[in-house]
């Protein structure tokens, strides 16, 4: 037995502490930059919207964690882009106890596609515009999970490809240049946009064309799914 340790097992014998995961979704939906939440079934805060996210096994890691009460709470499984973001662990930040929390980021390309079914701790499972969120559980701690999410989005986008990602199979210039401009929430040059985007690999042309204002418009795939990095996209 190593030294000291049946003064350590005396000392941590009575500590409550909880793992949690929680996940961020973001899609892209009606050229508004969405999150899923999920409106809770029990306390704390019955009824009101959060992160979807929970308690991790002993018999499982951080990731399974996330992504089996990602499953059980919205019915999404896995998607083509997940990352790991930062472990919160201030003291009080859940009412149940001592709790910490390590948030996680994925990736939509087609939330149409996705069947919506909440179930567990969860009564309903919706896509809210991140301009038009409602009032969070847990306080302040659900909220900032979100904008520091948000926060890391904006960064990824500046330096790598996770644009496509977000993206339909087949796509317009100008429905990616909606996506960056509601990432960043702000208005993007529309000649310049285009001309750095083509400069680099993000994407390639495709032999279709699609109607925008009445007039045939060059539809895009993207150029790889898999992560690059770059000095600087936009």
Known sequence: M???????????ENWKLLIAADIVVFAFIENKLSVL???????????????????????????????????????????SYLEQLYTFGEVKRDPR?????????????????????ASDDAINAKWFAISGLPTLAFGKS?????????QRLKWKF?????????????????????????VYNKNIDKRNFRKKILSLDLVEPIDKVSQELGRPAQLYKAGTKK????????
Do not use: C
């Open 2 to 12: 190593p030294k000291n340790y049946s003064k350590f097992k005396k000392i941590t």
């Open 227 to 234: 992560l690059k990095i770059y000095n600087r996209v936009i």
């Open 142 to 150: 659900h909220k900032e999970i979100l904008l520091y999410a948000w």
């Open 97 to 117: 106890g001592r709790v910490i929390s390590t948030a996680y980021m994925v990736l939509v390309s087609e939330p149409e596609k996705i069947r919506l079914k």
């Open 37 to 79: 939440l999920v409106e809770r079934r029990y306390a704390p805060g019955i009824g009101q919207w959060a992160i979807p996210g929970g308690f991790v096994r002993e018999d499982e890691s951080l990731e399974e964690a996330a992504l089996r009460e990602l499953n059980e709470e919205t019915g999404l499984s896995r998607s």
């Open 158 to 182: 500046e330096y790598t490809n996770v644009a496509v990602t977000m993206m339909h199979p087949e796509f317009t210039l100008t429905e990616l240049q909606k996506l960056y401009e509601s």
